[in-house]
């Protein structure tokens, strides 16, 4: 027996999976966990409807609410959601389970490509710790099943909002067929493989802390840059921006022992003459 966290919004996705665990799966265990971000003035209704789904079905429910308000950033309302998704799944030993589908990976490639990504930017929607069993569906796939089945869902009105990036996207993508889509799927199966390769030998070569100055500065800056990335996932920190990488690579290469370079916010690296370690800010508690 497996035992899920399900991200439940409310929405015709997560509606329409979390419908197909239960007729299909029903040797697991679902938990139906639902984050209400606090941004709009009917999302305590969301969270009383998935609460009654959850209810109908016979699941245990988990929710948090938080008062992010109406300009919380994507990006902050999916830091806060995923939070509260990975400490749920920790708190019950499950594995997070979303209703991520192909739209969803074609907008995203379609965010990062804007914003102006690195090779990463195509292997989205690939963490380790999550499953994302409707990524070969479309949209349209799953109106069609909730359709079909007789559920009921909310809508979400700031999807129509396209002060969000991912919204004015969305409906610029629709000129988009669905070989196209396809494409992009393939894409991004096969960057996801590649990934997974880089990473593998990227953790073989840097190796333990204290890590060697001297491998940094022997290759290109391209491929120095990556080893350092997989410094900070070795040492279980998040991962800095591009720009920081860089500004860290640069200390790497040309502080004197007995410096220290601040990376980001509580991450600094500090410096012997031929190795550099990484050290966090403690906090401090009164």
Request: net charge positive; with cysteine; aromatic share 6%.
């Amino acid at each position: 027996m497996v035992r899920y966290i399900v991200a439940v919004s409310g929405g015709v996705d997560s509606v329409a999976l979390l419908h197909m665990l239960v007729h299909e799966r029903p040797d697991d265990e679902l938990i139906v966990a639902h984050f209400d971000h606090g941004i709009r003035s009917e999302s305590a209704a969301d969270a009383a409807f998935v609460m009654q789904l959850a209810d109908k079905y016979g699941l245990p429910f988990v929710s948090q609410r938080e008062e992010l308000g109406p300009n919380a950033s994507e990006e902050l309302a999916r830091h806060r959601r995923y939070a509260f998704l990975r400490s749920m799944a920790k708190k019950h030993h499950a594995t997070i389970i979303t209703a991520h589908h192909a739209d969803d990976v074609v907008e995203t490639i379609a965010i990062n490509l804007t914003r102006g990504t690195g090779w990463r930017g195509l292997a989205v929607l690939n963490s380790g710790d999550i499953e994302r069993p409707l990524l070969s569906c479309m949209k349209a796939d799953l109106i069609a099943y909730a359709q079909r089945h007789k559920l009921e869902w909310r809508e979400d009105a700031t999807n129509q909002d396209t002060k969000y990036l991912r919204n004015d996207l969305r409906q610029r993508l629709t000129v988009l067929d669905p070989d196209s889509h396809r494409l992009l799927l393939l894409y991004r199966d096969r960057q996801c493989f590649l990934r997974q390769m880089v990473d593998n030998e990227i953790d073989r070569l840097v190796g333990a802390s204290p890590y060697s100055r001297h491998m940094f500065i022997a290759v290109s800056d391209i491929a120095a840059q990556e080893l350092l990335r997989g410094v900070f996932v070795k040492e279980g920190v998040a991962v800095p921006t591009r720009p920081q990488i860089q500004r860290a690579l640069h200390a790497v290469k040309v502080l004197h022992a007995g410096k220290s370079h601040n990376v980001a916010t509580g991450i600094s690296l500090r410096f012997t003459k031929t190795h550099f370690v990484v050290e966090l800010a403690r906090k401090v508690v009164s």
